[in-house]
């Protein structure tokens, strides 16, 4: 079964296709000066957009992991 | 392909099945007050739980990441 | 569908397969107290032979999350 791959770099890519089946690199926020809510939603729209680019969209998210810094973020990042 | 969703609330659903995969949220022991043995046990009790709901069990486990607060605990959780 | 298993221990399995998907246990240096480059690269040595036992290799990795212990390390591990 092939792979398709969008935003590759040497390193990584971002979106991989394989067998119905989406896998993303992770996300960070482009400014993480900010606070974690600011950080959180930087994080969402762009996931919104290799969602969209890869063709799915948030209703078929199977599986995620979040790695905060401190679980005294964890309610502004929920 | 579609997706079968299990005790699902507004942010994730417990089980979530696609194309002969189930993907399940991670689990945390109820009383997190207790030591790393009982919280083990009770996270392994959860988990058989959430398999045999979904229709599989231990035997058939392709991957899992364990997260422990300190390695002093590891032999233990093992 | 059915899951091809190889260096099985009671605990784990180094290597999964299941449905055209390969799952592999995490790996860490044989010798951790060496510096961080040379952990990198015996991860890689030990993850390139895992992946050529199961008959892959590395153009075919859809995901995998890498652990260290501290952002200083980062530049060198990369």
């Known amino acids: 079964?092939?792979?398709?791959?969008?935003?590759?770099s040497?390193?990584?890519s971002?979106?991989?296709?394989?067998?119905?089946t989406i896998y993303f690199s992770g996300q960070v926020a482009n400014?993480?000066?900010?606070?974690i809510k600011s950080?959180?939603?930087?994080c969402?729209?762009?996931?919104d957009a290799l969602l969209l680019?890869?063709?799915?969209?948030?209703?078929?998210i199977l599986s995620t992991t979040i790695f905060i810094r401190s679980m005294a973020d964890f309610a502004l990042m929920n």
């Not at 079964?1 to 590759?8: C, N």
């Not at 971002?14 to 119905?20: L, P, V």
């Not at 680019?53 to 078929?60: I, K, M």
């Open 31 to 35: 400014d993480v000066t900010v606070g």
């Open 10 to 12: 040497e390193r990584m």
């Open 44 to 47: 969402l729209k762009k996931i």
């Open 39 to 42: 950080q959180t939603q930087d």
């Open 14 to 20: 971002k979106i991989n296709i394989h067998n119905g």
């Open 53 to 60: 680019e890869a063709g799915s969209d948030r209703d078929n």
């Open 1 to 8: 079964m092939s792979i398709i791959r969008k935003h590759s």
